[in-house]
T-cell receptor, first 116, second 112 residues
């Protein structure tokens, strides 16, 4: 069975600085998708960034980028120029390319605080 | 506006009193799922559906039922709620199994 691990329950960053959130996963599959979701206090789940395992190039969305290391099964999220609005719970998630139903397997989450 | 709508957003109930949390999507999505979110555990899938009348268990299905009589609706039913079902629940939908999942606003359920 696949698992996703976020080893940092809490992180803190100064406004305008850069922070990296860690995520590792375990799978025997070769084709899958990885995601980072943001959950602000409103509880809404917001997709931040998506990575296809067959793509070597790291995904980027504005200030958000990932470091995808397939051999190491690592998928970290880097937030550059942190803003107060980035404060939220962040979840790393895995989805198999073969799984019926498109199940997302989530990590435990990392609570990010941004200091002004 | 494309969205997934859950109701209610907050619910406090007593042990054993049957309840239903509704979920509706307006994007004509094939796939729908229910997740529960608990501190330190992330989100875990309860049930999913790939189409009308096609449902299957996720990782934590005990104590829950679902139905998919119409493509847009996917209600979650707790026949006899217990305190260990106190949690934050999310409904999600996607067009295909490998496309983006859209989440509802969440339902905070407390069973006393």
């Amino acid at each position: 069975a696949q698992t996703v691990t976020q080893s940092q329950p809490e992180m803190s960053v100064q406004e305008a600085e850069t922070v990296t959130l860690s995520c590792t996963y375990d799978t025997s599959e070769s084709d899958y998708y990885l995601f980072w979701y943001k959950q602000p206090p409103s509880r809404q789940m917001i997709l931040v960034i998506r990575q296809e395992a067959y793509k070597q190039q790291n995904a980027t969305e504005n200030r958000f980028s990932v470091n995808f290391q397939k051999a190491a099964k690592s998928f970290s999220l880097k937030i550059s120029d942190s803003q107060l609005g980035d404060a939220a719970m962040y979840f790393c998630a895995y989805r198999s390319a073969y799984n019926q139903g498109g199940k997302l397997i989530f990590g435990q989450g990392t609570e990010l605080s941004v200091k002004p | 506006e494309a969205q997934v709508t859950q109701n209610p957003r907050y619910l406090i109930t007593v042990t054993g009193k049957k309840l239903t949390v509704t979920c509706s999507q307006n994007m004509n999505h094939e796939y729908m799922s229910w997740y529960r979110q608990d501190p330190g555990l992330g989100l875990r899938q309860i049930y999913y559906s790939m189409n009308v009348e096609v449902t299957d268990k996720g990782d934590v299905p005990e104590g829950y039922k679902v139905s998919r009589k119409e493509k847009r609706n996917f209600p979650l039913i707790l026949e006899s709620p217990s305190p260990n079902q106190t949690s934050l629940y999310f409904c999600a939908s996607s067009l295909m199994q490998n496309t983006e999942a859209f989440f509802g606003q969440g339902t905070r359920l407390t069973v006393v």
